[in-house]
C-alpha cells in the first residue's frame, strides 16, 4: 500500500514536471505547431465549421425574429409590405456590401501587388483572455505564418500558426499583438497593441512626443512592421487618454473590423516577388 | 473489466470531451453574451467533478485540458494543469457542501470559475504573457463567471441525467 502510494506521487510529480517544461518551451512565441496539434486541428476543423455556420445562420435568424417584431409593434398595417421590403433590402445590402468588398479587395491587391484569399471563421479560442480565430484556409493553400488578414473595413490581424487545412489567426485585440500604425492625418508614428479586455477597444501609443492626437483621427499601418504593408485601415481614435507633460501621448482605438461580428476574412497572399519567412 | 471494454470505455470518454470541446468552439465561442464567452470544457470538468468526486473530476479534467491545449492552448500544459485541479477542486466540495438544489452547483461554480481565471492570469504571466489583473478582473473574470454559473444549471441537469451520481442515492432537484 505504501510503495503504491510512493509510485503514484513519483507520476504525479512526473507529470507536473513534464507539464511545466512543455508550457515553458510553448511559452515562447513559435511558428509552427506539433505534428500533433497540426493533426488535431485538421480533423476538428470540418465539424467546427459545420457548427459555425450552423450558429451563424441561427443568430442571424434571432436577429431578423427581433427586428420583426419591432416592426410589427411599431406599424402592425404595413408588416406584410414591410417584409418584404425588408427581405428585399437585406438581400441588395448583402449584395453591395460584398461588391464593396470585392472592389476594396480588388483595389487593394492591384495595389499593393499582393492576391488575397478569401477564408471563412470557423472557430473561435476558448478562453476570454486571448483573441484568435481559426480560418478555413492552411497551408495547402497556401497560407504561411506571418501573413496579414483583412476583413471589410480593416485589418484583422495577422497568422500565427498554420495546419494543413487551417490556420489560427492573431488578432489585433489581443494582448500579445502589436503592430506599428500612423495617425492618417498627421503621420505621427504609433504602436497599436491589444489589451485583454472585452470592450473591443485597442491602445495606441505614439512614438514621438510631440505625437498630436484627436479623437477620431484614422490610423492606418505603418508599413514597417514587416508584416503589413501600409495604408490598411485599423480604426479611429475613440478616446485620448490624458498622460503627464512629457510623455509620449495615449489613446484609445476602436477598431476599424467588427471583430464580435467577424465570418469572412481574407489572408494577403505573399507576392510572387516577396520572401517568405 | 475486461482490457478490451477498458479502451472502449475511455474511447467513448475521450469522443464525449472531444465533442463537448468542438461546441465550444464551434458554437458557444460565437456566442458572446457583453462580449464573454462561456467556458463549457470548465463547466463540464467542474460539474463531473461535483458528481463523480476527485479522481474522477481528476482523470477528466486532465484529459479535457489535454485536448483543449492541443486544440488551440496559447501554453500548452497551462489548461491540462487547470483543469485538472478544477476536476479535483470539484470533487473535494462536493464532500462539503450540499449539491441536492440547482443553485448549489452554479455558486460552487462561480467562486471556481473566478479562481480558475485569477489562476489563468497568474501562470500566464509566471510564464511572460503578461495579462493585466486590473482590466482583467473587471471585464474578463467577471462576467465570464456569471456566464459560466448560468450555463452550469442546464449543464449540472444534463450531466446528471447521464451520470447520474456514484455512492449516493438518486438526488432530487429544486431551485428553491
Redesign the interface.
Known amino acids: 500500500m505504501e510503495e503504491h502510494q510512493r509510485w503514484r506521487s513519483f507520476f504525479v510529480g512526473l507529470l507536473?514536471l513534464v507539464?511545466?517544461a512543455?508550457?515553458?518551451?510553448?511559452?515562447r512565441p513559435r511558428d509552427s505547431l506539433t505534428p500533433?496539434?497540426r493533426a488535431?486541428?485538421d480533423v476538428?476543423a470540418p465539424?467546427?465549421?459545420?457548427?459555425?455556420t450552423?450558429?451563424?445562420r441561427v443568430?442571424m435568424t434571432v436577429d431578423e425574429w427581433q427586428m420583426w417584431r419591432d416592426v410589427r409593434e411599431e406599424n402592425r398595417r404595413l408588416r406584410r409590405e414591410l417584409m418584404a421590403l425588408r427581405a428585399e433590402r437585406q438581400r441588395l445590402q448583402e449584395a453591395q456590401r460584398e461588391n464593396i468588398f470585392l472592389r476594396s479587395v480588388l483595389g487593394l491587391a492591384r495595389e499593393t501587388d499582393h492576391s488575397l484569399l478569401p477564408a471563412a471563421v470557423?472557430?473561435?479560442?476558448?478562453?476570454?483572455?486571448?483573441s484568435?480565430i481559426?480560418i478555413n484556409r492552411g497551408r495547402r493553400d497556401g497560407v504561411q505564418a506571418r501573413m496579414p488578414v483583412l476583413a471589410q473595413g480593416g485589418v484583422v490581424g495577422y497568422v500565427y500558426s498554420v495546419s494543413e487545412r487551417t490556420a489560427?489567426v492573431l488578432l489585433l485585440l489581443d494582448?500579445?499583438s502589436a503592430l506599428g500604425a500612423i495617425v492618417n492625418r498627421t503621420s505621427d508614428p504609433l504602436v497599436v497593441e491589444g489589451?485583454?479586455?472585452?470592450?473591443?477597444r485597442v491602445h495606441a501609443r505614439a512614438l514621438v512626443a510631440e505625437a498630436d492626437l484627436q479623437e477620431g483621427d484614422e490610423i492606418v499601418t505603418s508599413g514597417l512592421s514587416q508584416i503589413f504593408p501600409r495604408g490598411l485601415p485599423v480604426g479611429r481614435i475613440a478616446e485620448v487618454i490624458d498622460t503627464p507633460p512629457g510623455r509620449a501621448a495615449e489613446a484609445w482605438v476602436a477598431p476599424a473590423v467588427d471583430f464580435?461580428r467577424l465570418e469572412a476574412v481574407a489572408v494577403l497572399l505573399a507576392s510572387d516577388g516577396a520572401e517568405s519567412d | 473489466m475486461t482490457p478490451y471494454n477498458w479502451l472502449m470505455r475511455l474511447g467513448g470518454v475521450l469522443l464525449a470531451l472531444?465533442g463537448v470541446?468542438?461546441?465550444?468552439?464551434?458554437?458557444l465561442?460565437?456566442?458572446?453574451l457583453?462580449?464573454?464567452?462561456p467556458?463549457l470544457?470548465f463547466i463540464v470538468v467542474a460539474v463531473i467533478g461535483l458528481l463523480r468526486g476527485s479522481p474522477v473530476g481528476l482523470g477528466i479534467g486532465l484529459l479535457m485540458g489535454f485536448?483543449?491545449d492541443?486544440?488551440?492552448?496559447?501554453?500548452?500544459?497551462?489548461?491540462?494543469?487547470l483543469l485538472g485541479l478544477v476536476g479535483l477542486a470539484g470533487g473535494w466540495t462536493a464532500t462539503k457542501v450540499f449539491r441536492d438544489n440547482l443553485l448549489v452547483p452554479a455558486a460552487i461554480i462561480a467562486i471556481l470559475s473566478a479562481v480558475y481565471?485569477l489562476l489563468?492570469?497568474a501562470?500566464?504571466n509566471a510564464?511572460?504573457?503578461?495579462?493585466?489583473w486590473d482590466?482583467?478582473v473587471l471585464?474578463?473574470v467577471v462576467?465570464?463567471t456569471v456566464y459560466n454559473s448560468l450555463l452550469t444549471i442546464p449543464v449540472y441537469w444534463c450531466c446528471l441525467r447521464l451520470l447520474g451520481r456514484v455512492r449516493q442515492e438518486a438526488p432530487t432537484i429544486s431551485f428553491f
Open positions: 507536473v507539464l511545466l512543455i508550457m515553458f518551451v510553448t511559452a500533433v496539434e488535431f486541428r476538428l465539424v467546427e465549421a459545420a457548427l459555425a450552423a450558429t451563424h443568430r470557423v472557430a473561435r479560442p476558448i478562453s476570454n483572455w486571448w484568435h481559426t489560427d494582448p500579445k489589451v485583454a479586455s472585452l470592450e473591443g464580435a | 472531444v470541446l468542438v461546441v465550444q468552439t464551434g458554437v465561442s460565437h456566442l458572446p457583453a462580449g464573454a464567452r467556458n470544457p485536448l483543449s492541443l486544440r488551440g492552448g496559447v501554453l500548452v500544459g497551462m489548461q491540462t494543469v481565471e489563468y492570469i501562470v500566464a510564464f511572460g504573457l503578461g495579462l493585466p482590466i482583467g471585464q474578463v462576467p465570464t
